[in-house]
């Protein structure tokens, strides 16, 4: 028996407790780890926005299979690859376990050595279907077969109650949710500790243009930024744009030339990065924004690279109704989240120079709410 991270938002916890809580779905893009689980394994379920462990699934099945049958969603369910599943415990919301409960936090291998104000320990909590060592799975599985058998009410905070809060914007074809953002007032402490490095970003920026230069694109950096990331670039420079091929107007190029990282083959732009750093993690996202609303048409894969710790901020933002609103759809189809761990786990796969800009597909990360 392996013990794996099944997450749910909010609302694909409220659609699966309404189900008959037989099937589990995952993205098409997790079909690699998916392949993974076989009969007998267990799906700890953890809800996202709330932080709380809700629920044990055994898997029924020895492979994944695809349906596209909406199950969380109304239409164009994105959770298509499925398994199976006998439900082994499902706790309503006042009796899901906070991870922040001494019980938990104190035990789990991935939080007990960080304060809980930390974001360091949320890696594992950033993609379904990670795999739990042993100790950990045994012991949520523990504590959540005793709160499905003797529960101990946790009743939601303010603060939860609010991210349970819906809004929507209404778009001509479909009925968007979005999410509104409370302001920040402050810095995290670990926050502090990171942007005292100011070089962090940039390094950031040097390894974006490394990978996509092994990979056989050329790459265009914004040139106020050159000479700073080129101190850190020190491979396959020579794939450095002096000027970007592209035919648009002047109002586009100027918006696309301050784009923090681009790879392009021949004229065109396969992917775009924008680095944030900063707290608000607004102007990466509004570069973007203003970049689709110039050029609907243009079908390109955008990516906001942050610190691992930003990726609940970073989702917030992307969410907000201003984005949902574009002509050519919610910004949060377009452009998803990278974080800096994950692309430093990236750049140091082998044979990157064989790889082609998929391979991000398995890194990225949606917003979903």
């Known amino acids: 028996m392996t013990y794996y991270i099944n997450l749910f938002s909010p609302e694909t ?42 629920g044990l699934l055994e ?15 109304e239409n164009n369910d994105p959770f298509i690859l499925r398994f199976h599943v006998r439900t ?6 006042p009796d899901s376990i906070p991870i922040h409960d001494d019980k938990i936090w104190q035990h789990l291998s991935f939080t007990q050595s960080y304060p ?44 939860e109650l609010k991210n349970l809060k819906k809004h929507t914007v209404n778009r001509v074809e479909k009925v968007v949710e979005v999410s509104v953002p409370e302001n920040e007032e402050s810095l995290e402490n670990n926050e502090i500790c990171i942007n005292n490095d100011v070089r962090e970003s940039i390094k950031m920026q040097a390894l974006l243009a490394q ?8 790459i265009w950096l914004p040139k106020a930024d050159r000479s700073r990331v080129l101190k850190e670039w020190k491979k396959d420079t020579e794939a450095l744009l002096d000027r970007l091929p592209l035919n648009y107007d002047e109002t ?20 775009a990065f924008e680095i ?3 707290t608000s993690v607004y102007s990466g996202l509004l570069r973007m924004a203003d970049l689709l609303a110039l050029q609907p048409n243009m079908n390109i894969k955008l990516h906001i690279v942050a610190p691992d710790y930003r990726q609940e901020k970073v989702f917030q933002e992307i969410l907000r109704p201003v984005f949902s609103l574009l002509e050519k759809g919610p910004l949060s189809e377009s452009c998803s989240y990278i974080s800096y761990s994950k692309l430093k786990e990236l ?23």
């Open 211 to 218: 990978i996509g230069a092994c990979m056989g694109h050329r």
């Open 88 to 93: 082994k415990v499902w706790l309503s919301l």
């Open 276 to 278: 944030e750093q900063t």
């Open 116 to 159: 809980k104000n930390s974001g360091i320990w949320t890696g594992i909590l950033r993609n379904s279907l990670n795999k739990l060592n042993d100790k950990d799975g045994e012991l949520l599985a523990e504590m959540l077969s005793m709160q499905a058998n003797n529960p101990f009410p946790y009743p939601l905070d303010e603060k």
């Open 13 to 54: 916890y409220e659609a699966f407790t309404h189900s008959d809580r037989t099937v589990s779905g995952f993205r098409i893009k997790h079909h690699g780890l998916a392949a993974k689980l076989k009969t007998g394994d267990i799906l700890v379920c953890y809800i996202t926005r709330l932080s709380r462990w809700c």
């Open 59 to 73: 898997v029924i099945d020895n492979c994944p299979f695809q349906d596209n049958t909406p199950i969380f969603v």
């Open 347 to 369: 750049s140091k796969q082998k044979h990157l120079d064989r790889m082609n800009d998929g391979v991000l597909d398995d890194y990225d990360e949606q917003a979903e709410l």
């Open 252 to 271: 586009t190029l100027s918006t696309i030339e301050q784009i923090d990282v681009i790879w392009l083959k021949g004229r065109s732009i396969i992917r």
